[in-house]
């Protein structure tokens, strides 16, 4: 079956400027999670979904950081206003909820911010 | 603060021989231990995982070791093949957060040389 998707893959942004990463997560799977990972680093918890709704943002860095599930299947994580420090590799993951130690990652989209 | 840390940056081992990775962790209220490992260009993959409860679990060539006094865990890969080289992270969970948000350390890049 499909895994987790995420696009773009790329993504190249003048500072400032806003941009929108989309995740689709495996289907079936009730949470879902967003990751930050700098160069050099390992992954960085931003946010986590139950279904459709927001349970835990502690690791939003900013208020320009934004992620919505609507529907409680398809992900997007909203950057407002770019800087440069954004640049990173942002990772989706997707579980079971009652297997939620098992996470699943997409490839992830990278950002550079110029 | 690290609550998870990988000091080993980078290890090299010969093809057949076994390689131990390493993994410190600061927070006595982890209770689920899991190792990605990561592809370039690719999110990480599920390897193996350990609840705080046992100290010991075995996967084919894979086994994860807990040491829960000295707050330290490691995998062990017997025999390393050179399909294993890739980046290995260790990543800690707290499950009375109702979360399953992991928290990973940076990495240990493992390169099996034929």
């Known amino acids: 079956g499909a895994g987790v998707s995420q696009s773009p893959r790329y993504k190249v942004a003048k500072r400032g400027q806003d941009v929108a990463l989309r995740c689709d997560p495996i289907?079936?799977?009730?949470?879902l999670f967003w990751y930050q990972q700098a160069l050099g680093q390992g992954p960085e918890f931003l946010t986590y979904?139950?279904?459709?709704?927001?349970?835990?943002k502690s690791g939003l860095p900013s208020d320009r950081f934004f992620a919505e599930r609507p529907e409680g299947s398809v992900s997007t994580l909203k950057i407002q206003r770019t800087q440069q420090e954004d640049s990173a590799v942002y990772l989706c993951a997707s579980s079971l909820r009652d297997r939620g130690h098992e996470q699943y990652f997409g490839p992830g989209t990278r950002l550079t911010v110029t | 603060d690290q609550q998870v840390k990988q000091n080993s940056p980078s290890l090299s081992v010969q093809e057949g021989r076994i390689s131990i990775l390493n993994c410190d962790y600061t927070n006595s209220m982890f209770d689920y231990f899991l190792w990605y490992k990561k592809y370039p260009a690719e999110g990480p993959t599920f390897l193996i995982s350990i609840s705080s409860i046992k100290d010991k679990n075995e996967d084919g060539r894979f086994t994860v070791f807990l040491n829960k006094s000295a707050k330290h865990l490691s995998l062990h890969i017997v025999p390393s093949q050179p399909g294993d080289s890739a980046v290995y992270f260790c990543?800690?969970?707290?499950?009375?957060?109702?979360?399953?948000?992991?928290?990973f350390g940076t990495g240990t890049r493992l390169k099996v040389l034929a």
């Open positions: 990543a800690a969970s707290e499950d009375s957060t109702g979360t399953y948000k992991y928290i």
């Open positions: 979904f139950q279904n459709e709704a927001q349970l835990d």
């Open positions: 289907s079936g799977h009730v949470s």
